[in-house]
């Protein structure tokens, strides 16, 4: 009952201060602004102060390939006129989300091609999030509660692991023991031969199988980082001065540990999470390449391997904007979450 | 001298992460160091007759499928995961102490834009930004150690800011300034020695980070190059056999969580140290 009325006023709160939210919003997207635009600079000043024009590449050992040809190709990619105007035609391509084309035999446009690989990498990484909350969230406040007993100790020297062990080559181990040893799960991939002939809920089964090592591989590091976080964030909580007035007016332990102190020891976690994004998906690039997975992270090596520049600058951008997407999202949540934020004061 | 020993001993005892730490790394460094005289075998000797040998007597981890002993590389492969991890941190040592010694000595417009510059760089998923960098370079050891030391400096410059802010409001800072000590000699003077405590715990980590960064991209390839041992490369050549021999797999990334794990303690027990309250948690 207490519950539904905490539920009702929270609603009412909320629906009172949407209109403060809704300038908070529209104040942090538009700090946004300048951050795009450096991410746009660095990115372009990668390109063209490495070495290497794309023009050359391929043809500089060719002896077919004239002075003139060279240079006609330079007239054709635009690079033959002033950095700063090369840049603002680049920019004005990406207003439109053009990100130019592969220099890979298919010549498909870069936003083609990460369009159709985002997916199972999003989905990785959304069911890595989902498993490092449910896992560390758990781990955090156990360990907190009953601080220094066997658990948090053990639970300490797992998260001392977690952040020292290389998540490929824990893959790797388990890929040796769950599929190789034991025939448990399937190793590469995410569809076994017979996938067309498959049923729609076998397809299902089947990408979920193959789904379960690499989304346990990309959430280790994740889950040693969160559950740590947890763990000194309920302690921080349970010895603040308003959990002792909640004990001294003698509310039920269990009341102060999960309703009061929890709630607020859960709110730096979204901080956390947002933060935690970069991390994830860099990580896709490795887990991707183990597990074979057609993904981003597969394309970006992939195309850092075959030097496809138009199409490594695309994946560097659309990974920055995620990671700024994601930060917004994050932010955006801290500030419904805590009203305060959103109040004006720090 | 006595009593010094004997309280540097107790310290070892009394913060035991520091011990641990310390003893994994020293280890570490020793076997690197080491690697000529104590390799059982040459790590580039190939022998036809001794392919894919799993762990014995005389390979105690196994032999690869050129019949090279796996410890004498992994050997090998500690001067790599040592010279990396160095390197790479001095390198972001030397532009987030100076950045961050800037931005927070300076404080107003430098402060503001160097802040925002490093804010735009953490927008970039570190990992995507090696790469798209490393894509434009050969890969090798030298590129690698540049290349991941420009990209890791952001959390130092950040450190070194927020200590020299705390300073800068100090008495003992206040009263250099107002002696006409200049700008210069105040950083490195005063201010510098008062950070360094954070400033070492966060290299001793940041060589745990760069280890692991190295490892992985020697184990996409685009790290150390084979022949070349490094333990990350060894595990590639442990995926590509995974059906057949484990031990290939097992050890190099054995040493890599040792030694990442011998560096992660030695930085939380430095900080211990230095901080003791965050110990009590």
Redesign the interface.
């Known amino acids: 009952m207490t519950y539904a009325i905490d539920f009702l006023l929270y609603g009412c709160f909320i629906l009172y201060s949407w209109g403060d939210m809704k300038q908070y919003a529209l104040k942090r997207i538009i700090g946004m602004i300048p951050l795009l635009i450096g991410i746009t600079i660095i990115s372009f000043g990668m390109m063209h102060l490495a070495p290497g024009e794309p023009s050359v590449i391929g043809s500089e050992f060719n002896p077919k390939v004239s002075a003139q040809d060279i240079e006609r190709l330079r007239t054709h990619y635009g690079l033959d006129k002033p950095l700063y105007e090369q840049y603002w035609n680049w920019m004005k391509r990406l207003l439109f989300l053009d990100f130019g084309t592969s220099f890979s035999s298919d010549a498909r446009p870069v936003l083609d091609k990460v369009a159709e690989r985002l997916p199972v990498t999003l989905w990785i990484n959304i069911l890595a999030m989902v498993l490092i909350l449910a896992i560390a969230i758990p781990i955090g406040v156990i360990s907190a509660v009953r601080q220094n007993s066997w658990f948090d100790r053990g639970m300490t020297v797992f998260v001392f692991i977690g952040f020292a062990i290389p998540s490929f080559w824990l893959g790797l181990l388990l890929m040796i023991a769950l599929g190789v040893n034991m025939n448990l799960l399937p190793i590469s991939g995410i569809h076994d031969y017979g996938w067309l002939q498959m049923g729609f809920w076998e397809q299902q089964i089947d990408l979920l199988k193959h789904l379960i090592l690499p989304v346990f591989v990309s959430a280790i590091g994740g889950l040693a980082g969160m559950s740590r976080f947890m763990r000194s964030g309920m302690l921080d909580v349970i010895r603040a001065d308003y959990v002792t007035t909640a004990r001294a007016m003698g509310i039920s332990e269990q009341n102060i540990r999960y309703r009061l102190a929890l709630k607020n020891a859960l709110l730096p976690i979204i901080t956390l999470l947002g933060l935690s994004i970069p991390g994830l998906i860099g990580g896709s690039v490795i887990v991707e390449q183990l597990f074979s997975i057609p993904g981003m992270g597969l394309l970006f090596y992939e195309a850092v391997l075959s030097r496809d520049y138009p199409l490594v600058m695309g994946i560097t951008v659309i990974g920055a904007v995620l990671t700024l997407a994601g930060n917004l999202l994050a932010d955006l949540s801290y500030a419904w979450a805590d009203p305060r934020i959103h109040h004006g004061g720090e | 001298m006595i009593v010094n020993l004997r309280a540097s001993v107790s310290l070892w005892f009394t913060h035991p992460l520091l011990l641990i730490g310390g003893v994994i790394v020293s280890s570490v460094v020793l076997s690197a160091v080491l690697a000529p005289w104590i390799a059982p075998y040459d790590p580039a000797m190939i022998s036809v007759h001794d392919i894919l040998l799993p762990p014995s007597w005389a390979h105690w981890c196994g032999t690869d499928t050129l019949g090279r002993d796996v410890l004498s590389r992994m050997l090998y492969g500690a001067r790599v995961s040592l010279a990396v991890g160095f390197v790479a941190v001095g390198i972001s040592l030397l532009i987030g102490v100076c950045l961050g010694a800037v931005a927070g000595h300076y404080g107003g417009r430098a402060d503001t834009l160097l802040m925002?510059?490093t804010?735009?760089?953490?927008?970039?998923?570190?990992?995507?930004?090696i790469?798209?960098?490393?894509?434009?370079?050969e890969p090798s050891i030298w590129n690698i150690m540049i290349v991941i030391g420009l990209t890791s400096w952001m959390g130092v410059t950040r450190l070194v800011r927020a200590e020299f802010l705390s300073l800068r409001k100090r008495e003992f800072i206040m009263a250099a300034e107002s002696l006409g000590v200049s700008s210069f000699q105040l950083i490195w003077r005063y201010m510098l020695p008062n950070a360094m405590g954070p400033i070492l715990i966060s290299a001793v980590l940041g060589v745990?980070g760069a280890v692991?960064v190295e490892?992985?991209l020697s184990?996409?390839?685009?790290g150390v190059q084979p022949p070349d041992p490094s333990w990350g490369n060894m595990?590639t050549e442990?995926?590509d056999n995974?059906?057949i021999a484990?031990w290939l797999?097992?050890y190099?990334?054995l040493a890599?969580?040792?030694t990442?794990?011998g560096y992660?303690?030695l930085g939380e027990g430095l900080r211990d140290l230095y901080d003791p309250r965050s110990s009590s948690?």
């Open positions: 925002r510059a804010d735009m760089v953490l927008c970039f998923p570190t990992f995507f930004l790469l798209a960098v490393i894509a434009f370079l745990a692991l490892s992985g184990f996409l390839g685009l595990l442990g995926k995974i059906q484990w797999s097992l190099p990334g890599i969580l040792i990442v794990l992660n303690l948690r």
